[in-house]
Each structure stands twice: as C-alpha cells, then as structure tokens.
C-alpha cells in the first residue's frame, strides 16, 4: 500500500472518530465536501497551510 494511501485511510480514520461526517469537516475547513474526498481517497493531500487547520479541527471533534 502506497503512503498515500494509507495517509488517507487514516484521514478518513480520524474524522470518523472525532464525529465528523464529511459534509461536517468540510464546513469547519471551509472547503468543499468534495475536496474532503479527495483528500480521503488519496488524490489530493491537504496544501501545507491546511493541515495545521485540520488537524485542530479534527482534534476538538464535532460539535453536532
């Protein structure tokens, strides 16, 4: 398995166990469910000024 792959099974890992559904990530990021997506399925990685931003996100857990 490529690290990208596993990086983003673990990005899908993550949200899942803080409570987030994709469409949730994606508005506390302020981006498109898609781009959540692509980040997920490993075609994209987040742009390095986001990842800080996900990672906070991620770790406070959905509020819903």
Known sequence: ???SRR???LAAA???AAGYPQEGLAEALRVDRTTVAT???GEHEPQPHMRP???VSISRGSTA
Do not use: L
């Open 1 to 3: 398995m490529s690290r």
């Open 7 to 9: 990086r983003s099974g």
């Open 14 to 16: 993550a949200r899942k």
């Open 39 to 41: 980040w997920e399925s």
């Open 53 to 55: 931003v996900c990672s």
